[in-house]
């Protein structure tokens, strides 16, 4: 009996990974994006937080400068049908890497226009004729936060110096608790591209 049904039982445990790639094929971007967006964030906010552990603020932003992209990058490399994963705010840090398209500068202007009466948003999605974009709408909802994005006036002047060398164009600052900081983007590529 055993040896009769060992190649079904192998056959089956062999396609099964196929069938959860069949299953996520069929999701929609903005179900395919939200496992993928707090697998994000949660591994950006441990590189930052062993950052800040070895090197407090001052030292972290040499180290978030790099682990940002580097984890951004990372996560379009894994999904060759995403474009680009990144965050997106009116008040950028790295303008570079961070700055909205159109469309999506008018989302955020909404969203912060908004904020106070609706502050835990739902995701959104924007769609162009190239792109499918999933946004995730980020607060400000740990004091780590603000180490680095909280008032200026409490920074350090270590910290103030690293900020002037490797964000000199930083606008990132003045935020309180609970504030909308911008969003989590996830680009998807149309199906037919």
Known sequence: MWRKSFPILLVGILTLPL????????QSPLERSKPLAQEFMKTLMKELGVAISQGGPAGAIEVCKEVSAQVENDFRE??????????????????????PTE????????MEQNWNE??????????SATMTTVLFPIAIQKSLCLMCHGDPETFSSELKESLAVHY??????????GDFRGALTIEWKKANE
Do not use: F
């Open 19 to 26: 069938c959860d790639a069949v299953a996520d094929e069929s």
């Open 118 to 127: 609706k502050p835990s948003p739902e995701p959104d999605v924007i769609e």
């Open 103 to 110: 469309e999506q500068r008018k989302w955020l202007e909404g």
């Open 78 to 99: 894994k999904h060759e049908d995403i474009l680009r994963v990144r965050r997106i705010t009116l008040k950028t840090r790295n303008p570079e890497l961070h700055t």
């Open 168 to 177: 000199p164009k930083d606008k990132a600052t003045g935020y309180e608790m």
